[in-house]
């Protein structure tokens, strides 16, 4: 499968770059652009399953759970909260600069808010988390009482 993914990918990648330098509609060249990004996602996915022999823990529309494996204070309202995934090989998936989604129930309404883990993308076996706790804020608080384990 990673081979299959990995191909395929460049081959989109390079063409999206290549057809982005000869294009002169710039709506066109977005595009071209977009393939290209497409194309190097794709791409990093099959190298990371390649590499590590393992899918990635995250799967886009599927709410998953992770245990608290460690938490540091960084300051008096800041902490690194480490994640644990399911084996110690597992990566998280999620390439550099995008955010995982965090779900929790307050008062029987569900809240959500956006992090971006501040582990690398080769990192496995858990990602870190780097929040700040705010006296109204519902999904800061909730990571606040989380307990190891």
């Known amino acids: 499968m ?18 982005h330098l000869y294009l002169q509609d710039p709506q066109q060249s977005f595009y071209a652009l977009i393939g290209s990004g497409l194309g ?3 791409s990093l996915a099959g190298i990371l399953i390649k590499s ?3 899918a990635p823990a995250l799967h886009p529309g599927e709410w998953r759970s992770f245990p608290l494996i460690n938490k540091t204070q960084v300051s008096p309202n800041t902490a690194i909260y ?7 090989t597992t990566p998280l998936g999620l390439p550099i ?14 809240i959500q808010r956006s992090y971006t883990p501040i582990s690398t993308y080769e990192t496995t076996g858990h990602f ?15 990571f606040e009482g989380l307990k190891v384990g």
Do not use: C, F
């Open 2 to 19: 990673t081979t299959s993914l990995i191909a395929p990918g460049l081959v989109l990648a390079a063409g999206g770059a290549v057809a």
């Open 40 to 42: 190097i996602a794709i």
């Open 52 to 54: 590590t022999g393992e």
């Open 82 to 88: 480490r994640l644990g995934l399911a084996t110690p």
């Open 97 to 110: 600069g995008q955010h995982i989604s965090i779900k929790t129930t307050v008062n029987g309404k569900d």
């Open 128 to 142: 870190d988390l780097l929040i700040k706790t705010y006296t109204q804020g519902n999904v800061s608080k909730m």
